[in-house]
């Protein structure tokens, strides 16, 4: 199942540098997309959502932005923290549709912050 | 904050045994879900709960597996036969209604079958 990917299993960023994560995705029912953060032995926790009707949502240092025309989101972390270090976990569902909220994830990608 | 709650943490069963995996979700949600990870794969969405009954299923839910609300706060899902294939984690989780709202997640159950 390739409808949702992240193409990039890791990244390394500086402490108080900018991280940004991709996820692209190819069915176009999807219309609202979320963000999870997963430590170790702990489950998905639930960072940011966005709508297919808006194309940016901003929650402190966490802004998701979505191009619907290239079927592509992107998670910014502004500045990096240590303790973002994590698996991110891309996901979207048709929650417009008959789905009742079926999640799609991505890979995930390992975000590594260096102090 | 109000958290989803899994139970129990690791289970280990011979292959063939019934296993039963318990989840208490947030208390006013209304939606139920349950996903699977096998080591080094996607989380994999399984089934949906909504309404005292299952609203969708993929393909991996199959006869062997069963899920339940037996009372106002548990909801459960069984595995009749396990296989040595049933052998990850498996995440429960919960919204307050459907749509656009996210589902908040429980720590999972890593369940491994000899």
């Known amino acids: 199942d390739q409808q949702v990917k992240q193409n990039s299993p890791s990244l390394s960023v500086q402490e108080g540098r900018i991280s940004i994560l991709n996820c692209d995705y190819t069915n176009s029912m999807f219309d609202y997309f979320l963000w999870y953060k997963k430590y170790p032995a702990e489950g998905p926790t639930f960072l940011i959502s966005i709508s297919s009707i808006k194309d940016k949502n901003e929650d402190g240092r966490f802004t998701v932005f979505l191009n619907k025309s290239a079927k592509h989101l992107s998670l910014h972390i502004v500045p990096s923290q240590p303790g973002d270090s994590a698996v991110y976990f891309c996901a979207a569902s048709d929650a417009g549709g008959t789905s009742y909220g079926k999640l799609t994830f991505g890979q995930g990608t390992i975000l590594t912050v260096h102090p | 904050e109000p958290e989803v709650t899994q139970t129990p943490s690791h289970q280990v069963t011979q292959m063939g045994q019934e296993v039963i995996l318990r989840c208490v979700p947030i208390?006013?949600?209304?939606?139920f879900y349950w996903y699977r990870q096998i080591l080094g794969q996607k989380v994999e969405f399984l089934v949906s709960?909504?309404?005292?009954?299952?609203?969708?299923k993929s393909e991996i839910f199959d006869d062997q597996f069963s899920v339940e609300r037996p009372d106002g706060s548990n909801f459960t899902l069984k595995i009749r036969s396990t296989k040595l294939e049933d052998s990850a984690m498996y995440f429960c989780?919960?919204?307050?209604?459907?749509?656009?709202?996210?589902?908040?997640f429980g720590d999972g159950t890593r369940l491994s079958i000899l």
């Open positions: 208390s006013n949600h209304l939606y």
């Open positions: 989780a919960s919204s307050n209604r459907g749509g656009h709202q996210p589902q908040h």
């Open positions: 709960f909504y309404n005292n009954e299952i609203s969708e």
